[in-house]
């Protein structure tokens, strides 16, 4: 079932940039699952941290190298102890795991989904 529809200008206040997992650790005494990232959105935004729930389909060492696409506009938020950045992006399985939204090809870091 889709969202209700929403405006071009609603949908354009919403920064996806595209990163690279520079980092990637076990997320000890997370109530779920989770994984610490910090990705790397290029220059003009820098390095970003946050929580990740993508223990089922990933290592940490999967991780690393990748690039994601993430929301880079969101507030701060506190998830137990550490202060999350940004949103991964990523899309359902149906078997409880979740397969990151990524580019199909390089693009530089930075670079916004349109």
Known sequence: MSEPNLSWEEFARVDLRVGRVVSAEVFEGARKPAYILQVDFGPEIGTKKTSA???????????????VVGVVNFPKKQIGPIMSECLVTG??????????????????????LY
């Not at 993508?54 to 690393?64: K, N, Q, S």
């Not at 899309?91 to 916004?112: C, H, K, N, T, Y």
């Open 91 to 112: 899309f359902s399985d149906g078997q409880g795991g979740i397969i990151l939204s990524q580019p199909a090809q390089e693009v530089p870091l930075g670079s916004r």
């Open 53 to 67: 729930q993508l223990t089922v389909r990933y290592t940490p060492e999967d991780l690393i190298g990748r690039l």
